[in-house]
């Protein structure tokens, strides 16, 4: 299908009012990234380069979503509710231009796969003018039946207008629906006169097809590739088979995963071969985990690249701009953000590196703090290589550890320390004699004198 050109048009109109939230229902998220975003790229990975959305009115975020996430998509709005084809049609000028394959899509179902849409795009190309998908629930309840004769599609039937023997067809419509951009417009603008009401529903385009002498199929895929969301119920359940898709395909190319139904990955999570993943690890999106890496438990990374043989966690927490060089350890209640840290490096016990860079093979001590907020502006920590950063100790920013220096257990850094110098700042320790042992002779006095003897 190289030589055959393609438009996707995405249709994003939908309130999500069953959802019960002030946000457009195609901008909550699966797997870490807007279901309007799946459905992008599905159509892009299935070789649409030309891409309209659709979208209802004062829905200004979810066209600002589409272009962030396909800058090339048109938006269209449709500005009344008259049926899925006049949805189609408000994408009538890009539909004019005359693409070979024109794919329907909705933004509400991100489970649909790149290579479910080129079954369909295939479809066209061995001379159907109209390919639906179809599956076959183990409950038909409540969907339109694809009414087949052999290898042809004849129509499309709504439950409510189906005879009692087109109830039992187990054969369901799927939604989603490629068109020959040849006689897409032909097609799409029948619809609308061969309705009484003068609404246009998509379905009709397969009867409507037939009766122009032209050809529609059905393409059979899984339930979830058409799963549609409409409620949180529903959103869970799709990030559900995400998740389950997601695991697998990291398994298969060579990531060890002790407990797999624990660990949660977005859509773009980047894992590299031999890398483990112990229990209960939370991917959020923008993470790359090089070759041979250990995440360990409850650890969380968002927006983080963790270098080859690192080991992370337990109990780590990688923020956005965490980057983490080659067998780096980061090890429990340790969080790094906007951080650059050097091959080797180490941070293993109870510290906070934000804002900062750490040299290769420096040691970060457990409770050490880069102080890089001073209430109106993020300062940045630079720690040289191969430091040692004792415990305890606070790095006010803006300040500069140099190559080999040391920091005192305890200390409160606020000035630049040179290389292979030791910095301390902490006050003089005195030490008063048999004080203890007073005090407890004292209060063991007071007890004596103050209080009543028990019989």
Known sequence: MRDRTCLAIVLAAGEGTRMRTSVPKVLHMVGGRTLLAHVLDAARGAGAPEIAVVVGPDHGAVAKEAKAV???????EQSERRGTAHAVLAARAAIARGADDILVMFADTPLIRSETLARLRAALADGAAVA?????PANPQGYGRLLMRGDALVAIREERDASAEERRIGFCNGGLMALA???ALAILDRIGNANAKGEYYLTDAVA????MGLK???IETSEDDVRGINTKVQLAEAEAVLQRRLRTEAMEAGVTMIAPETVFLSADTKLGRDVTIEPNVVFGPGVTVEDGALIRSFSHLEGARVGKGARIGPFARLRPGADLGADVHIGNFVEV???TIE???KANHLAYIGDASVGAGSNIGAGTITCNYDGFAKHRTDIGKGAFIGSNSSLVAPVKIGDGAYVGSGSVVTKDVPPDSL???RSDQRIKEGWAKRLREVRALGKTLGGKKKK
């Open 70 to 76: 396909a800058p090339q998509a048109e938006i269209f």
């Open 132 to 136: 639906v998908l179809g599956f076959t």
């Open 181 to 183: 951009g040849a006689q």
């Open 208 to 211: 409507l097809a037939r009766e």
């Open 216 to 218: 529609a199929v059905a």
């Open 337 to 339: 953000k906007a951080a």
């Open 343 to 345: 091959a080797g490096a």
């Open 423 to 425: 910095a301390v700042e």
